[in-house]
């Protein structure tokens, strides 16, 4: 096992690992850019190092910055916690090559992964089921014209390197297709500085449920369940409840199936997720392997009782998993919310600030990873997330009435939040039915306005 | 920002307004300095005024942005009329180019902007820090060897222009 | 607002309307500009206000210990001159001894502390609540067969001295 | 299943029993005294109703007024929380002739268990050991010196109406037990108006370790595992882990049949704890049956996932245990630590006051019970308890690992608590290797004086 670990991140995650480390014994390095320096969190490491500037790109994805961090704190292990370059195959080959352990799959296999359309080909290979559409990159318009044409519209345009939404458009017909192509390519090229491109049909009324995988060195691979993502707003979860309340117990265990496919495929090794589309009829296809720790992965560690944390850094010391998937048990349902700092008001723009007031909720089944607290600043620089709130409960009932219970007790001021959007969501009835889809946050927000 | 004493005002034209219309010049003074309290005391004549904001800071920390250093700009702000020379990477401090050579600079050494002050070790490479200002070096405040992070003092300067640097330098 | 002191008037100053107009002008500054004290001294005229609580409670609630009524202090104190009667224990309230009949008492009548107000039933027993004060009744706040809880006002009275309370009641 | 319910108690514990109403969809009425007025728990109740003045004599031992209200709020059933009038034969006694469901066992049982020295003769009658000493309450000095002298001095003196550490002394020869008798009897008159006192051997290095019992209507009767309550001061519990880390399994499972047997012999209904002191030789003995939830309830909750405060309310209502004995799962080690509101530099008194900085710890693993908030004035005229901090982990190093951080992450600032003294019993090598005994934390404290 290690005995010390950097963590390259911030906020909630950088403590949610410090805590992680602390319950196993082993010291933690934070890094911090100028924006975080007087972040609480900090002070629950063992040992900080200042890396740069507040803009991302000169500290939190400032790999030599970071590596040297690690050379100088004399450290076993990186953590990368999820976004900023827990996904970037090269800062992991630079890791390997520097003799610290990345704490997450190989370079290779985040390589691999990493690109959508080599993705996409994997799963094909293994017989699991993809959206219709290009086999590989598009080249050019009549490419996409014909391949449109084949599979029928309404079809959507991803950038290979994608992620977050950015580089995605939908068209219904030609015309529209033209346009989206262009201003994909132009989203891609700017984002992730590779404009390639690929077309597949466009799944209507679809579910986002994705897949929990944790694989050891040793060649056990064990799926840990589902988790429904439904909820989102422009790409972004909102809230994610394990296990899906929209799913028949027989298309549950095809999923799971299809994703210890495609993570034995890979010869996955640690924590990583499979997600999936599901469409009204039952029909499932595959979209991406995220090749990282989640951000709603306490749901999972709610229902299963697992520490995803704690498995990943014990894996990636070579550690065997101590349990078989029929020793894996699921427990009741969980509910996250995820509780940005953002103005409702005002098309949900980040809203950073001063928390003036600050209290959590608690009680039984009532769980929070949140580094915020009374006088924090958030800075203006980063993702807007400031708080995740959890739920155990034993039905979906009792879950959904202790998340509202929560959301009522607690209390941010200073400061907007996604929280009244939260109750309206809980309160909902076809959140109360489980009978909702990708666009439905999108489609109750349009309404309003 | 707490004013203790009101300076501006010509004590004259203070002295000939009256007495309401000074309260409303000090509240109006406090509002637009946040200020918490004035107390005016002239002869007889004595004004004290204080804001009822009571809430303690000390309930209330980190009310400021950190203070984010722009890019390229490595000089730390003055302490005691000094200037610092600040890392801008993270990793190992050397005062010298190899183990036992001679330092590049030492206390008392004038440095220019172009100067090379020391060397960073990041990540098997070796870079060279230059000063980037001018004047004369008090104080090394990072041992050799040791590991720095972004934005730490490396060097305390007594700043000089840099004519009489050049001056210092050819003496 | 309350305000704790107004003290050290000249009782010149003090009978002149030009001061209390001054005073009145001093809480409206105080009041629009969020205040906790003002204090003026001219020769023999000083004038001191200070605002009583200079807490925001919207972000620091509660912070004062609950006002706990005595055993047997059933009285609240005076708002708007007039002085309530309160429910000594949970329960239902009735104003009259029995469905139907005349009430205790209404709007207008004068009570001594004797007077049977009201009848208040928990645990199947009808408790007889007495005014414990003496004046005239001038309004009747809870409505019949209500719930009450302890320390609940029942009934709004404008307090009378006994013997006024007796010739009216002879009246 | 009832639709409404009226909580007699405060704080903590008030807050606890509306949050499990709510998830199972049950109005609750909460009661308060004018010194409670304000606290901000008693919004999350669907109704209020004061019920004296601060007094708890007045308010909330006021069975008059509390009767009284749960007749105008038309409630179905009385939650009585722990303290107050949870163990109250009378209260219950009025409820069931009130036709207000008293959550709890019933009031025959109260009573029979209530009195310490017939619950002695039901465990002699079932065959569970009790401390040798007097069968009945002593009668006059000479039988309570021949005794002694039967059963080895030192020897405890208790009041049989007891609880708490009223009424208690230790006699170690024949002239302090004639001054214990004379002070133990004048305390019992005060604070129970029963003067009655038995005498038994005072077991030296004992610790003390209750089993969790939970009986439905219908003779299910299950036990849900211990909890090692050794860590106390002044008789009042600090610290209280599960499992027990100095028991054997096999007197574990004797503890259980021991258990199951008493509650058994007395048809024992709904949730109640049976009490031991185990000795250096693995020995035990009965202490008493605590009739009613108890302070430390959550750490049960924590290890077998069962919920038990909504237990308590389907039981109370009729319904059958939907599980057996060999469905409860223990998983993992759960601690709390009982903060009080009290100055360790002042003899432990209490220190009631204003709250002006309060900070919660977060995360995986663990759970906050409080009624505290920032600006929450702690009243001076009950129990100075403000909140129980519960962690739950897979091994007992990480359980203590993260109650160490939680305690680090805690913020409680304005007032004097015993996060301090926590702290250093977490850091004890005597409390980290699990040797420890019912007088240690007070040899501890004695020691540093």
Sequence with gaps: ?449 | MRLERISDLSKRAYRSMDTMNKIKELISLMNTNDLAEIEVQEDTFRIKVRRSNGVQPSVLPSHQLPGAMEEGQRLLPRKDNFLEIASPMVGTFYKAPTPGAEPFVGVGDMVDPETVVCVIEAMKIINEIKAELSGKVVEVLVEDGKAVEYGQPLFRVFPLSPEQTAQAQQR
Excluded at chain 1, 400 to 415: D, F, Q, R, S, T
């Design chain 1, 1 to 449: 096992m290690f005995s010390r670990i950097l963590i390259a991140n911030r906020g909630e995650i950088a403590l949610r690992v410090i805590r992680a480390c602390r319950e196993l014994g082993i010291e933690t390095v934070a890094v911090f850019s100028k924006a975080d320096e007087n972040a609480r969190y900090l002070k629950y490491a063992d040992d900080k190092v200042c890396i740069g500037p507040p803009p991302s790109e000169q500290s939190y994805l400032n790999i030599p910055s970071i590596i040297s961090a690690a050379e100088v704190t004399d450290v076993e292990a990186i953590h990368p916690g999820y976004g900023f370059l827990s996904e970037a195959s090269h800062f992991a080959e630079i890791c390997e090559s520097s003799n610290i352990t990345f704490i997450g799959p190989s370079s290779k296999t985040l390589q691999l992964m990493g690109n959508k359309s080599q993705a996409r080909k994997v799963a094909m290979e293994n017989k699991v089921p993809v959206i219709p559409g290009s086999t590989s990159t598009i080249t050019n318009q009549q490419e996409a014209v014909s391949i449109a044409h084949k599979i029928g519209f309404p079809v959507l345009i991803k950038a290979s390197a994608g992620g977050g939404g950015r580089g995605m458009r939908i068209a219904h017909n030609d015309a529209s297709l033209a346009n989206a192509l262009a201003m994909a390519q132009r989203e891609a090229e700017t984002a992730f500085k590779d404009s390639s491109l690929y077309i597949e049909k466009y799944i209507e009324h679809a579910r986002h449920v994705e897949v929990q995988i944790l694989a050891d060195q040793h060649g056990t691979i064990l799926h840990l369940g589902e988790r429904d993502c439904s909820l989102q707003r422009r790409h972004q979860k909102l809230l994610e409840e394990t296990p899906s309340p929209g799913i028949t117990p027989r298309l549950r265990g095809e999923l799971y199936t299809a994703a210890l496919r495609m993570a034995k495929a890979v010869n996955y090794t640690n924590a990583g997720t499979v997600e999936f589309l599901v469409d009204r009829d039952g029909k499932f296809y595959f979209i991406e392997m995220n090749t990282r720790l989640q951000v709603e992965h306490p749901i999972t560690e709610m229902v299963t009782g697992i520490d995803l944390v704690k498995e990943q850094i014990r894996i990636a010391s070579g550690e065997p998993l101590k349990y078989r998937q029929k020793h894996v048990r699921f427990d009741g349902v969980a509910i996250e919310c995820r509780i940005y700092a953002e103005d409702p008001d005002n098309g949900f723009r980040p809203h950073p600030g001063r928390i003036s007031t600050y209290h959590v909720p608690g009680g039984r089944g009532v769980r929070v990873d949140s580094h915020a607290h009374q006088g924090y600043e958030i800075p203006p620089f980063y993702d807007s997330l400031i708080s995740k709130l959890i739920v155990h409960q034993a039905t979906r009932q009792e879950a959904i009435a202790c998340l509202k219970g929560a959301l009522e007790e607690y209390v941010i001021e200073g400061i907007k939040t996604t929280v009244p959007l939260h109750t309206k969501l809980l309160n909902h009835p076809n959140f109360l039915n489980a009978d909702f889809n990708t666009t439905f946050v999108e489609g109750l927000l349009g309404r309003e306005q």
